[in-house]
């Protein structure tokens, strides 16, 4: 266990002597009763949100979730100051809200199965389950269905826009049900993001695993970046297990074919001071 100070001042957290983690507080639960009666662990996430563990839903974003009893029983937990995009050992910088404020609309009329997030710039489409694999079959499924209702096309050309702008990660693989994404921007007229790197370069350290199984392929891409960030900045083993969990961004490169690639980065601006020499 790893204790940190948290400058709210500067918006970061001393992770390691010299490394500096970005703060971006959010909670890690928000979500609504199930439909199923009787007592439940809230650890899985599911339809009715929970335990998301997406660190976009900052201040100034908006939950769309299904609502499946009278009363919706809207719970919230789990908050943190930062995390990485795949949260592989189950932590991020752990923390607690001085102040926690929610606004609460309840929307007529409205039918979807999965729910969704509205950020000032961009919605979120979410795919989980218990295989990470099955969950990026539902986060494509959500999202082709999201850009038909949004662009009135077909689900061809949806499935092409989808492709086209595809920006997908990770949000957490601990949860029991493990947890996918897509950013989907607004305008139309947001170009596609650049190619994801498949080596290291001046500004991130880059590790690619791929495989027919997306879990394995976020095994290999996470556990590389370990050893990588553990041998370039001479750390030891569980503090770069640690700092991958907080700080790494884990993302789904464009699946075109039987294998699928995950892409996982660090930032080298989190450093800085220089590595110690050996």
Same mark, same amino acid.
């Given at each position: ?113 999965? #729910?969704?997030? %509205? =950020?000032? +710039?961009?919605?979120? &489409?979410?795919?989980?389950?218990? $295989? /990470?694999? *099955? @969950? ?60 994801? #790197?498949?080596? %290291? =370069?001046? +500004?991130?350290?880059? &590790?690619?695993?791929?495989?027919? $199984? /997306?879990? *394995? @392929? ?61």
């Amino acid at each position: 266990m790893r204790f940190v100070y948290l400058d709210w001042d500067k918006k970061e957290a001393e992770f390691l002597p010299g490394l500096f983690v970005p703060l971006r507080p959010f909670p890690g639960v928000l979500g609504v009763a199930r439909a199923e009666p009787g007592r439940y662990s809230t650890v899985p996430p599911g339809r009715y949100a929970g335990n998301l563990d997406i660190r976009e839903l900052t201040a100034g974003t908006s939950l769309y979730v299904p609502v499946f009893v009278k009363g919706a029983l809207l719970w919230a937990s789990d908050a943190h100051a930062a995390q990485g995009n795949g949260e592989i050992n189950l932590t991020g910088i752990e923390t607690a809200f001085r102040e926690f404020n929610v606004t609460v609309e309840v929307i007529k009329g409205k039918s979807f199965e999965w #729910p969704r997030i %509205e =950020t000032p +710039t961009h919605w979120l &489409t979410l795919g989980y389950d218990e $295989d /990470l694999t *099955k @969950a990026l079959g539902i986060l494509k499924s959500e999202t082709t269905k999201f850009i038909m209702e949004q662009r009135h096309v077909s689900a061809a050309e949806a499935e092409r826009i989808m492709m086209q702008g595809w920006d997908c990660r990770i949000s957490e693989v601990v949860d029991i049900v493990k947890g996918t994404f897509c950013f989907n921007p607004k305008d139309a007229r947001t170009r596609p993001p650049a190619p994801l #790197p498949n080596k %290291e =370069t001046a +500004t991130d350290y880059v &590790t690619v695993s791929s495989n027919t $199984d /997306l879990n *394995k @392929a976020m095994d290999g891409a996470s556990m590389a970046m370990i050893n990588l960030i553990a041998e370039k900045r001479k750390l030891d083993r569980l503090d770069a297990y640690g700092l991958a969990s907080v700080a790494m961004d884990c993302r789904i490169a464009p699946p075109t074919g039987s294998d699928v690639s995950v892409h996982c980065l660090v930032p080298k601006s989190l450093w800085r001071t220089a590595a110690r020499a050996q």
